[in-house]
Nanobody, 120 residues
Framework: QVQLVESGGGLAQAGGSLRLSCRAS????????MGWYRQPPGKQRELVAT???????NYRDSVKGRFTISRDNAKNTVYLQMNSLKPEDTAVYYC??????????????WGQGTQVTVSS
């Protein structure tokens, strides 16, 4: 059984910073990618940033230059460093992982979500 456990959300002022963490645990054979999505109030879930375990990152245009995704392979953990936060970054942030629990058993997994609120 695979679990994604997120931490690091909370309240920040505009211009401030927060760091999100997400650790994948359980039966993990291989990780293809991990990343972050968010769901602003009243809106659909949207991609924020993804990181392929083979290399390569992808960012939402509105966060480029402000957010940085990184990983710790040994800990199966992905981080999202969020700087220069804006009120429009307010959302529930969800960790995402594309991984295989066993050879040939690829699937997508989601964390429970962590609230990020940015005040103006």
């Amino acid at each position: 059984q695979v679990q994604l456990v997120e931490s690091g959300g909370g309240l920040a002022q505009a211009g401030g910073s927060l760091r999100l963490s997400c650790r994948a645990s359980g039966s993990i054979f291989s990780i293809n990618a991990m990343g972050w999505y968010r769901q602003p109030p009243g809106k659909q879930r949207e991609l924020v940033a993804t990181l392929a375990w083979s290399g390569g990152t992808n960012y939402r245009d509105s966060v480029k230059g402000r957010f940085t995704i990184s990983r710790d392979n040994a800990k199966n953990t992905v981080y999202l460093q969020m700087n220069s936060l804006k009120p429009e970054d307010t959302a529930v942030y969800y960790c995402y992982a594309a991984l295989a629990a066993a050879r040939g058993y690829d699937n997508n997994y989601w964390g429970q979500g962590t609230q990020v609120t940015v005040s103006s």
